[in-house]
Nanobody, 123 residues
């Protein structure tokens, strides 16, 4: 069992930055691929970024060049650095984990989820 707790969300103006954190507990963090997803009101949850056990990453086209996913296995934490934020980035952001290789981008690939953190970008 893995417990995930997100933090770092908030209200920011367009063009600003936020860094989300996801702290994991319960199992060997380094064995898990991690993902960040988001869900805006009235929309389906979508992948934002994913990172493998060894640090390889992948991004949604909408955030490439603006967001960076990283992990600190010693701290059992995955981060999402979000720069040049846009109003369309407004959503609840979720952290997810699955044990194994690769960096999955499908929700159904993940076994564990955090409770989410709200990010609101004002224009």
């Amino acid at each position: 069992q893995v417990q995930l707790v997100e933090s770092g969300g908030g209200l920011v103006q367009a063009g600003g930055s936020l860094r989300l954190s996801c702290a994991a507990s319960g199992r060997t963090f380094s064995s898990y691929a991690m993902g960040w997803f988001r869900q805006a009101p009235g929309k389906e949850r979508e992948i934002v970024a994913a990172i493998s056990r060894t640090g390889g990453s992948t991004y949604a086209d909408s955030v490439k060049g603006r967001f960076t996913i990283s992990r600190d296995n010693a701290q059992n934490t995955v981060y999402l650095q979000m720069n040049s934020l846009k109003p369309e980035d407004t959503a609840v952001y979720y952290c997810a984990a699955v044990e194994g290789p690769g960096r999955p981008t499908r929700q159904t690939s993940y076994d564990y989820w955090g409770q989410g953190t709200q990010v609101t970008v004002s224009s």
